[in-house]
């Protein structure tokens, strides 16, 4: 946040996931502009379309923009970023900024989910991932609320509703949705299926954070983490308490690309005032 070390200038993160692409726009240390679209066929499109909207949002154009950082599956193809960084790297840097004793971070997106330890200063310390399978991702639960014909967005509020939590034999998305059916077929309610499907979620994460080791404050990352149910199943589930957004939490790994292309200002800032000095 803002203080007298400030990096002053504009800096922009863009995070091209699997299924969305976000921007966040950073002036003089605080965030200014943000935008989320869905990521097209073209990463690169899609990229300068985000950038474009945060752009807009926060009132500036884009040469107004000291530097650019790209992170998500799409960050190859960013010609207009000065830099490329990991998306793990970006959400341990979004998260570290928004709250700054976060060592563990939970990132379920679009296609794959993490589990992060992260240093005080935002730096990765070890993470896991499943980007193997769709279970435990995103497209998983919008796979589910097409069974429960209900918007993605209401699902997580459904199974909050739920009065008992119905396990799920099997965390593969076909079975999943195979046994949702027969499940329904037989009377079960649906808000306790739904209890179920989340818990099941939980319990893949909880299998990464077996190796990863958790430690307070949690902070829940990536566009999943708008879903309450899904939030609620991983407290239960993992034992711990998740710090509230403060922030939309889709838009972390943007934020953290945006730190990043700060934090080359501040490097290049440095430098001239040193050629500065020394002449
Ligand atoms: N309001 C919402 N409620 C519940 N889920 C949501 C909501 N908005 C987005 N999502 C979920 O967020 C997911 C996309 O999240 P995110 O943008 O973090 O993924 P991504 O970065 O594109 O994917 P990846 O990191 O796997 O490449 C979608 O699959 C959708 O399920
Ligand atoms: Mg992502």
Known sequence: MASENTVKGIYAGVDVGSLATKSVIIRDGEITGHAIIPSGHNSEESGLTALAQALNNAGLERSDVTHIVSTGYGRITASYATKTVTEITCHAKGANYLFPNVRTIIDIGGQDCKAIRVDPDGTVADFAMNDKCAAGTGRFLEVMAGVFK???????????????????????????????????????????????????????????????????????SGGVAKNKGMRKALEEVLKVTIVEPVFDPQLTGALGAAVLAEGIGAKAQKRALEAVSAQ
Do not use: W
């Open 150 to 220: 209900v918007p993605l967005a209401q699902l997580g509020e459904l199974a909050l509703e739920a009065e008992a939590i119905v396990p799920m034999s099997s965390t593969c998305t076909v079975f999943v949705e195979s046994e949702t059916i027969s499940l329904l077929a037989r009377g079960e309610k649906p808000k306790n299926i739904q209890a179920g499907i989340h818990h099941s979620i939980a319990l893949r994460i909880a299998g990464l954070f077996s190796r990863v080791g958790i430690r307070s404050d949690v902070y829940f």
